[in-house]
C-alpha cells in the first residue's frame, strides 16, 4: 500500500538521521576517554556539537509549530532541555538527551502507527487490478478504469476487487475481513459479494455495483478515518491539562535553577514532567478500540459513539431482520371468499415481483414453486411504510398494509378482519386488485438463536430497558417478546412514530441506543444517542444516520460495543492517572535532586529514560483493547463450533415496514 512504502521510506530517513548524530556524539566521548590531553577539548567537542544539533532539530521545528500555535506541549519543553544543555556546554549530554528522546518518540509513533496500520490492513484488502469480461473476452485492468455494470471475474484465492452481484459461477467467500466471521459464506448468481473479501473455491462473474470509495470497504476505510481525526470533549480537556502542565513545569524548574544554581536539575525537571503520556491517554487506546471493533464488523463513525456507547441505558430494538432471521416462509394463503388461492398468489407476486424486502422474496419464492410467473410489468410505486401500488396486466395492484388498504377501500373492512384472525402471530401481507379485496398471505419468520442471550447479556450490563418497536402486527411483536424477554413493545408503527417514540424516549432523559436494519429505522436512528444499522449490503454504510454499522446480522455485537465501550473509558482513565503519576513522582524526585544522588552525572539521561516509562504504561495499557476483541473472537468461534451459536452472515437490509399499537410484555 501506498502509505505503508511512505511510512517505510519517513522512518528509514529518520533512523539514518538517528544513526548520524548518534555515532557524532559518541566519536565525542570517545575521544574524551581515549584521546584526552591528545588533542583540543575544543576540537573533541565539535562532533557533539554538530551531533546534537542535527539530532535536537526536529524537536526544536516542532517546538517552533507548538509555539506558534499558542499551544507549547512535550516538544517545547524537551527543546528547551536541548537548549540549555546546549548552552551550558553539556554537549554530548545534549546530544544523547535528543537522541533517547527521539527514539522514544519514534517508538509511540511506531506502535500508534502499527494500530492504524492494522486497521488499514484490515480494509486495504481490494487489488489493484480486475479482470473484467468484455465482449466475451477476460481483460486485465487497473481498478481505476472499472465501472459500475461492468462484470468481473474473479478465480479462487483471490480478493474481490469490487462490489457486487455474483451473474455466474457459485464458490465460497471468506469475509472475515468484513465481518470477522472465518466461516465462509456460500455464494450464488443473485447474491451480493463485496470488495477486499476472498474467494475461495470457485470461479464467479460478479456484476460491479460500488467501486473505489463507494465500495463498502472504501467507506469503511473513509469511515475509521473520520473516526481518527475527531477530537473528543475528553481529549479537548486532556490537551487543557496538558498545557497547564508546561507552565507549572517550567515554574518549578525556574525555581529550582534559582534556588540551587544547578542547571542540570533544571533541566532534569524539565524532561521528566513532558506530558507526551498524557497526550497519548485518549488517542491510543480510542486506536485500539476502532480496531478491535473494526475486526468484529463494528464500524464506528465517530468516536463520539463510541463514548456514548458506555452511557446506554435503554436499548430499542427492531424486530424485522434484527431480532428475527428476516428469512420468511409463507405458511398460510387465505383467500377472501370467492377467491382462489392461485388468483391471491398471482396479484401477490405481480405486485412485489420488484421489491428487495424480505417478505417480497419469499412471495416470490413461493410462487416459483408453486409454478406461478410474475406477468413482469415494470410500473409500479413504492409507497414508503406502507406497500406497493403496481400497474399489472391483470389491472392495479395494492399490495401492504391493512390499514392502509382499508384507507383507500373502507368497505373492504369487514373482508379483512375476517381474515385476521386466521394468521394469528404471523406477519399478514394484504392484497387488492382492482378495487377487490383477495386476501392475505401469512408469512412467518424465525427469531435468532442467540437473540435472548443478548438481552440477558445487556441486563447484566446495566441496561434498564429493551423494547422492540415495529411496523409488524402487534401479535408477531408479542411473540417474538415474549420469546426473548423484552420489557415494552411498540407495534404496527409507522417510520414517523418510531422516530417520535425515540425522541420521546430522549426526552425523558434516556440515554437511548436503536438498532434498525438502517433503510426504513433512518429517521429513528438519528434521533438515537447512538443509532446502530444492522448490515450494510444495499444501503449507505451508515444509513445516512446511524452512528455505528454492524458488517454482520449477529446481535451478540451489541453487548460487545457496549462492554467495549465502557472498558475503553476504563482504559482513558488508568492512562491519565498514570500518566500524571509518572509525571508527577519524576517532577518531585528531579527538583529535590534525588536523581542526582542516585546517577550522579548520568542523572540527565536517566530522566530521558523516565521520560519514556509513561508511554510505555500507556501504550501497553490501552493495546489491553485489542487483546478484548481476539478474545471475544475466539469464544465466538469455540461456540459456533459447537454449535451453540449460528455462524453471522452479511445481509442486505430491508425496506417496507408492515398501524401502530402499543403492548407491554410482563
Not at 443473485?190 to 460478479?206: F, M, Q, R
Not at 405486485?351 to 416470490?364: F, R, T, V, Y
Not at 378495487?435 to 447479556?457: A, F, M
Request: with cysteine; charged share 20%.
Amino acid at each position: 500500500m501506498a502509505c505503508c512504502s511512505h511510512h517505510n521510506v519517513k522512518l528509514e530517513r529518520y533512523m539514518t538521521l538517528y544513526l548520524v548524530g548518534g555515532v557524532l556524539v559518541l566519536c565525542t566521548k570517545l575521544a574524551e576517554w581515549f584521546f584526552s590531553g591528545a588533542i583540543s577539548p575544543w576540537v573533541a567537542q565539535l562532533p557533539a556539537i554538530a551531533g546534537a544539533i542535527m539530532l535536537g532539530m526536529p524537536l526544536f521545528v516542532a517546538a517552533w509549530k507548538e509555539v506558534q500555535r499558542g499551544r507549547a506541549s512535550t516538544s517545547s519543553l524537551c527543546a528547551l532541555a536541548i537548549l540549555a544543555a546546549l548552552a551550558q556546554g553539556q554537549y554530548v549530554a545534549a546530544g544523547f538527551l535528543a537522541l533517547i528522546l527521539l527514539v522514544a518518540d519514534q517508538f509511540v509513533r511506531q506502535r500508534a502507527w502499527g494500530a492504524q496500520k492494522a486497521i488499514e490492513d484490515l480494509v486495504g484488502l481490494t487489488p489493484d487490478v480486475a479482470r473484467v469480461v468484455r465482449d466475451n473476452a477476460e481483460q486485465e485492468v487497473h481498478l481505476s478504469e472499472v465501472r459500475v455494470g461492468d462484470v468481473i471475474r474473479v478465480r479462487p484465492g483471490e480478493n474481490l476487487p469490487v462490489d457486487g452481484v455474483v451473474v455466474k459461477g457459485r464458490s465460497a467467500i471468506n469475509q472475515a475481513s468484513l465481518t470477522g466471521e472465518a466461516i465462509p459464506h456460500e455464494v450464488a448468481p443473485g447474491d451480493p459479494v463485496y470488495a477486499g473479501t476472498t474467494n475461495i473455491s470457485g470461479v464467479i462473474e460478479l456484476r460491479a455495483t460500488q467501486i473505489g470509495q463507494d465500495s463498502t470497504i472504501g467507506k469503511v476505510t473513509q469511515l475509521i478515518r473520520e473516526a481518527e481525526s475527531t477530537r473528543t470533549p475528553r481529549q479537548l480537556m486532556i490537551e487543557q491539562v496538558a498545557s497547564f502542565f508546561v507552565p507549572v513545569t517550567l515554574s518549578v524548574a525556574f525555581i529550582v535553577w534559582f534556588l540551587t544554581k544547578d542547571i542540570e536539575r533544571a533541566i532534569t525537571v524539565l524532561v521528566v514532567a513532558c506530558p507526551s503520556a498524557l497526550l497519548l491517554s485518549s488517542p491510543l487506546a480510542l486506536v485500539a478500540a476502532f480496531a478491535a471493533a473494526a475486526r468484529l464488523g463494528i464500524l464506528i463513525k465517530k468516536t463520539n459513539y463510541l463514548e456514548e456507547s458506555a452511557g446506554i441505558d435503554t436499548v430499542v430494538l427492531d424486530k424485522t431482520g434484527t431480532m428475527t432471521t428476516g428469512r420468511f416462509s409463507v405458511s398460510k394463503l387465505v383467500p377472501a371468499e370467492g377467491v382462489e388461492g392461485a388468483d391471491l398468489l398471482q396479484a401477490a407476486a405481480d405486485g412485489e415481483q420488484h421489491s428487495n424486502h424480505p417478505l417480497a422474496k419469499s412471495i416470490l419464492q413461493t410462487a416459483q414453486a408453486a409454478r406461478v410467473v410474475p406477468d413482469h410489468s415494470t410500473d409500479f410505486e413504492e409507497i414508503h411504510g406502507r406497500g406497493i401500488r403496481a400497474r399489472t396486466s391483470a389491472g392495479e395492484v395494492l399490495v401492504g398494509r391493512p390499514s392502509w388498504l382499508i384507507e383507500l377501500f373502507p368497505e373492504i373492512k369487514p373482508q379483512v378482519q375476517a381474515v385476521e384472525s386466521r394468521i394469528e402471530g404471523m406477519t399478514g401481507v394484504h392484497v387488492v386488485r382492482n378495487g377487490r379485496y383477495l386476501g392475505v398471505v401469512g408469512l412467518e419468520d424465525k427469531v435468532r438463536s442467540n437473540t435472548r442471550n443478548v438481552v440477558s447479556r445487556l441486563r447484566e450490563l446495566g441496561v434498564r430497558r429493551v423494547d422492540i418497536l415495529t411496523g409488524d402486527r402487534v401479535s408477531v411483536a408479542e411473540r417474538v417478546g415474549r420469546a426473548v424477554g423484552v420489557d415494552n413493545i411498540e407495534a404496527e408503527c409507522l417510520p414517523e412514530e418510531k422516530h417520535a417514540i425515540i425522541q420521546g424516549l430522549v426526552k425523558e432523559g434516556r440515554r437511548v441506543m436503536m438498532v434498525g436494519d438502517g433503510i426504513n429505522d433512518g429517521p429513528s436512528l438519528a434521533a438515537a444517542d447512538v443509532g446502530v444499522a444492522m448490515g450494510l449490503g444495499g444501503s449507505d454504510i451508515a444509513a445516512n444516520s446511524a452512528g455505528v454499522a454492524l458488517m454482520t446480522d449477529d446481535l451478540s455485537r451489541i453487548p460487545f460495543l457496549v462492554e467495549l465501550a465502557r472498558r475503553t473509558r476504563a482504559i482513558i482513565a488508568q492512562n491519565i492517572a498514570a500518566s500524571i503519576i509518572v509525571a508527577l513522582v519524576g517532577l518531585v524526585l528531579a527538583a529535590t535532586g534525588q536523581l542526582e544522588a542516585a546517577f550522579g552525572s548520568g542523572a540527565l539521561l536517566f530522566a530521558a529514560f523516565y521520560h519514556v516509562m509513561g508511554d510505555v504504561v500507556v501504550i501497553g495499557n490501552s493495546f489491553r483493547l485489542f487483546r478484548f476483541g481476539e478474545a471475544f473472537s475466539e469464544e465466538e468461534a469455540r461456540l459456533i463450533e459447537q454449535g451453540v451459536l449460528e455462524a453471522p452472515q452479511t445481509r442486505r437490509a430491508g425496506s417496507l415496514s408492515l398501524g401502530r399499537q402499543t403492548a407491554a410484555v410482563g
